[in-house]
Structure formats: structure tokens, C-alpha cells
């Protein structure tokens, strides 16, 4: 039969309606897994919600403002009577990223801090549970969108008892992204490499010297640190011993450059905490600066290529004293500074005029209760996004510090930590319900959420469901194998069945999955005393360490007299004991006394 003839399949008369066509197979081959991405993409759409109205406040005299805060805009948005609310809508919906979302959901507690790669690959993730975790935008689908590793930084050995810290700042570093900063509550920074591992871990100074010139590190916890914007080896740190310190990746020894910000504070002694640094240059070329925001409501301007000696410019109460400014970010060009303070405002600086704001607004502040809390520039510097203590996004104008679009992503959550990517054009941002927010525009971003949301779901098989297959007693897999009394070796604070103590057990402690055995409980106690049955089996006379030694002595001493063991090749040829007898006189006598000499 050649291939051009037709030929015919003898298949089954059935009708339409006979439940066996459910049986039959409708085609042959490997069927190709395609995805309906406009669907899928249709349900991460974000709805569109009436927003409250907002109260603007300008710092020079100016009456207060008040405006509705607008949403994002999309094609279903607007009034029906106006025929350009279509384009105006569109318009907007390019304009930023945030008609849709993608969230993951992989820490316990608030997220403080997220950074991405320099090709948006790769985000990392920190929180207040004292843990990061590391996304790949590339391995993840829509059904599986999790964390590919879970790192403590502050974890050296696994027997060791470590302490924890919670995660402070995290950064990639703009020139090269294999590696990141991150900065947790405790006086040493660490570079990590994108795939979790500490590379350097840097000197802790002694806290007994009173000259901060003279530490090697920094004497207390570091609340944050950021790139050189020009050397790749460079980074700076601030820390609560009110000193900025810049380092170099090579020489983890010693800090490069030590700052000291003397405090004018009355009863401070000269001392105070940095809380914020940005260390900035214009893209057109030019000199980089470093500025600083100290507790004492200071914002302090450096030259970021040196000397450090002093300032080139310092405003004393440019915040509220005693109260925390966690934000502080520079423009691309390099002439304004945006700043967010704990005193509920947020004041735009010009770096030729370093004196005074150019506008001040007010905007509720979270710094009292989540000190990572941020401020940043959008790529292009033309909007200012931060988060707010009711869960919104505030997208504000960069020249009046306007709100151009107010969105909820965590309504009754505070929205801490902010980031806009330049190359992927998605806006990350972090909350304290531990929720990671990836919002995105499938017309103007590229990658991240995009080719996720573009990749068929991952079909889940039967063994796949973690009730049949672990045991979520011991959070271990079913097709491992476990002797009874073995150790195991998923049994840490991070484990699954330390989370979930309670899950995958009956009530009486056995697990739910009859073809798991009842393996005893691990304890403290039982992992330095082995096994009892084993040692009376293997080890003759093993039960005499329960016994009375006196008592265990005694039982063998008749047998000792019949049947000696030591002394038995002897038995015949030992010579019998003989004791000489003493007299009465001698015992009474005593040995023989020496005279007395007169």
C-alpha cells in the first residue's frame, strides 16, 4: 500500500449519546501542550476600584489640594458618553505597568526588601522571618510559582545554633549581577552570589573604641548600604554607630573609607544612626554624590569619589528629629533628591540648591513600625513610586510630587518596600502580609511576569500531591527509605513538619498515610542514647549498667570459688593461704616501745 492511498479504520458504531465514546481515544500520538495565553494572562487582570480621595499639601504656604486619586487606567474604565476615554485610558495603561499582577506568595512574614538581577532573570526576596528567597522568572509556570531555594544568611553549620536576623536591604550589583548585597540587623554585610551562596562576609569593628576612625567595621547593626554607581568593587553601608563606611570586595578586612557624622543633637554626644544612603551619578557623565539621612532629621551630601573628610553640604532639619527617613533616592541626572521621613512628608531637594525643598507633601509614613520602608525614581526619572501604610501604590509627578495614579495592591496591609526595573519595565513590591506583588502591562513589559504567564501550566500527576507521596509528619518523600530509630534529616526549624506540627497526624500522633511507619519521635534525648534493644542483643552483660554493682558482684561470688575464670589453669597448683597466729600477750603488748633517754 503506498502512502497516497487512502485506507480506513474499522471503529465502533456507537451512538452520540453512549457514555463509551468517554472511553475512546479521540486522537493518536503526542499531543502538543499549548497554553491559552489571553486567558491566562485575562485572570491576572487587577480590578479597577472607586479609589478614596486624597489630600494634597504644599510645604510653601500653599492652600491644601484635594483631588481624586485615579486608578490604573484600562479598556473598561471611564465614562461610556466620552469618546476619547478609550484613548486617554490606553494612553495611561502604557504609560505604567499595573493593569495586571502576578503574586507569590513564599514568605511567613513581612517582605522588607526585594531586588532584581540587571537582566530581570533573577528576584530575591527578604524578610522579616530572618530569610531570602530566590525566584527564577525563567523555571516558574502559573501553577508553580514558588521560591527555587530558601537561604538564612546568618546560618553558618547546621549543628551549629546560630542566630537570625531579619533582612534589612537587599541589591544587585548594577555592573555586575552575579553577585548582591544584602544587609540584615547585624554590624557585618555579606555578598552573596545570585544563587544564594556568602562569598565575603565582612569585619566587625571593636565596640569597646570610642574613634570610630580607628574600628575595622562597623560596632552595631548596619540598617542599610547600596553600589557604587561607577566601580563594580565598591559599596558603602550605614550603620547606628553613625558612621558610613565604603568597602571593597577584595579586602574584607578592613573598610576602605570610614565617614563619621558628628550629630549637633542636643544630649546625643555626637552620635547618631544613619537610616538611609544613595549613592548616585548622572547618566549623561559627570561626578557621583553620596547622600545620607540621619535620625537626628540630618541629610548630609558628599562627593561620591572623595575626600570624606567633610561634607559638601549638610541640612540639619531637613526631617523631623528622632524620627526615621528610610527613604532617600537621586534622579538620573543627578539634580534632585527625593526623600520620605518618618514625620509624614516627603520633600523633593535640588543638589545645586542644597538649602531648602523645593516641595514638600504629605504622605502617611510606616518607618515607625517597618524602618526598610523606600522611595525610588521610575527609570526614566519622570515619576516617583512608594508605598503607603494602607496598602496602596503611590505613582507621584517628579517635578510637584503630585499623585498621578493611586492603586491598591495590599489594601489593609502597609506596602513597604517599592522597586521599577528599567529593562523589564515591571514594578516589584513587597507588603506586610508577606506578599510579593510583580505588577506588569503585557503590551509594554517584557519577560518576568509576561513569559510566565505564557508558559502552559504544569500538570500535576498523582504523585505529585505531597498527601500521598510525604509524609508531612516528617516532611519527608514516600518513596524514601526509613529505618525505624534512623536519623532524619529533615527535622530542622525550617522544615515542613516543624511549621506544620499538626498536619498529616491523627489525633493520636500517627500519620494519616497507612503505608508510612510509625517512626518514634526524635528528641534531644534519644538522639544520644541509642537504641536499647539493640545494645542488650549485641552487647553481652549490657543490663548490668541498670543493676546495683555491689548486688551484680556478689551473685558471682560462689561461682568465683567452684569454677574460677581468671585463675582456673592454676586450680590444682595454687598454694593454700597461711596466716601466722598472734598470742594474746603480743595483741595486748603491741610492738616493742623505744626507751626513754634520760
Known sequence: MSDDEDFEVDVPELAEDDPMRAFLPKSFGKKAKEADVAAQIGRTKRPVEKPPA???TTGDGENSQQRIAQEPASKDYGSDDDD???DSDESEDDEYPVSHELVLKTHDRAVTTTALDISGGRLVTGSTDCTLKLHNFASMTPTTLRAFKSVDPSAEKGSANSETHPINHVEFNPLSGGTFLCISAHPQAKIMSRDGEVLAEFQKGDMYLRDMNNTKGHVSGVTT?????VDKNLFVTAGTDSTLRIWDVNQKRCQKEVIVHKSRAAGSAGRTRMTAVVWGSPMQGGSNILIAAALDGSLVMWSGDGPFTRPAAEIRDAHTPNTWTGGVDISSDGRTVVTRGGDDLIKLWDTRKFKTPVVTVSHPSTSDQYTMTNIRYSPNSSSIITGSASGHLHILNSGNLKAELVTPVTPGSPL???????????????????????????????RGAVDIMSRAPKKRHVDDDP???TDQSVGISGDSIVTPGGVLTNTDA???SARHP???????GRSRDPRRPQIPLVTPFMKSQPDEAHINQAIPLSSMRDEDPREALLKYADIAKKDPLFTNAWKDTQPVTQYAE????EDEEGPDKKKIKR
Open 467 to 469: 498527601n500521598f507521596t
Open 54 to 56: 486624597t489630600t494634597n
Open 582 to 585: 598472734l598470742s594474746d600477750e
Open 416 to 446: 513597604i518596600t517599592v522597586q521599577w526595573h528599567p529593562k523589564i519595565n515591571q514594578i516589584v513590591t513587597g507588603s506586610a502580609n508577606a506578599e510579593v506583588h510583580v505588577l506588569y502591562n503585557p503590551q509594554t513589559s517584557v
Open 494 to 496: 525550617s522544615s515542613f
Open 225 to 229: 548600604g547600596t553600589w557604587n554607581p
Open 84 to 86: 476619547d476615554s478609550d
Open 502 to 508: 499538626t498536619v498529616g497526624l491523627t489525633a493520636s
